[in-house]
């Protein structure tokens, strides 16, 4: 499968975005999504994690009553709605798949696609 992540942008603090992946294949369906973010010398980190029929979903403590992770599976999209954001929220937002297993790990997606910049200014 094949991601294309969009919708990142600069936004103040207290603002919102919402960023979408498209992904590529008929098998959308069949695999767990999340979404990951990467700042400036730090290791990627897990920000939401649904699964295959988005029946589950699961949020880093971080982002926990701002961010909603959802996906439209006859649109092969997932999305990533962030409400009131932060400075600290800034980073590369990655969007991935998982045919391994449901769940926040990094080491549980195989595929990913290339990062949206999201900035917020204090």
């Known amino acids: 499968v094949q991601l294309q992540a969009s919708g990142g942008g600069l936004v103040q603090a207290g603002g919102s975005l919402r960023l979408s992946c498209a992904a590529s294949?008929?098998?959308?369906?069949?695999?767990?999504m999340g979404w990951f973010r990467q700042a400036p010398g730090k290791e990627r980190e897990s920000v939401a994690a649904?699964?295959?029929?988005?029946?589950?979903?699961d949020y880093e403590d971080s982002v926990k009553g701002r961010f909603t992770i959802s996906r439209d599976n006859a649109k092969n999209t997932v999305y990533l709605q962030m409400n009131s954001l932060k400075p600290e929220d800034t980073a590369v937002y990655y969007c991935?798949?998982?045919?391994?297993?449901?769940?926040?790990?990094?080491?549980?997606?195989?595929?990913w696609g290339q990062g949206t910049q999201v900035t917020v200014s204090s």
């Open positions: 649904i699964s295959m029929r988005g029946g589950s979903t």
């Open positions: 294949g008929r098998t959308f369906n069949s695999y767990n």
């Open positions: 991935a798949a998982s045919s391994r297993g449901y769940g926040l790990g990094v080491k549980l997606y195989d595929y």
